[in-house]
């Protein structure tokens, strides 16, 4: 199983720089493809970006390539989501999520950690 908890959300003028964290409990970590959602209030919770089991591979939203980055540590059993140049637009509750298989994708996540909210001043 897989248990994750999100951190580094807060409150940041627009153009600023945000860097989340989640970290993984558990054994299963480096076999779990990975990715960052987000809700903003009174919308349904969008894809951001995936990474595969190993890093060697990555997505993004269109919208969000050249601004965001996902990486990850394997052996700190650490996910992140570097948020570059922000704007309004990006305020949400960001949401760290694990699949259970290596492979990536925008869907079919089943571990989901409690969020943490990003709020961009304009």
């Known amino acids: 199983q897989v248990q994750l908890i999100e951190s580094g959300g807060g409150l940041v003028p627009a153009g600023g720089s945000l860097r989340l964290s989640c970290a993984a409990s558990?054994?299963?970590?480096?076999?779990?493809?990975m990715g960052w959602f987000r809700q903003a209030p009174g919308k349904e919770r969008d894809f951001v970006a995936a990474i595969s089991y190993n890093g060697a591979s990555t997505q993004y939203a269109q919208s969000l390539k050249g601004r965001f980055a996902i990486s990850r540590d394997n052996v700190k059993n650490t996910l992140w989501l570097q948020m570059n140049d922000l704007k309004p637009e990006d305020t949400a509750f960001y949401y760290c999520a694990a699949r259970l298989t290596p492979l990536i994708s925008t869907t079919g996540y089943y571990y989901w950690g409690q969020g943490t909210q990003v709020t961009v001043s304009s």
């Open positions: 558990g054994r299963t970590f480096s076999a779990n493809s």
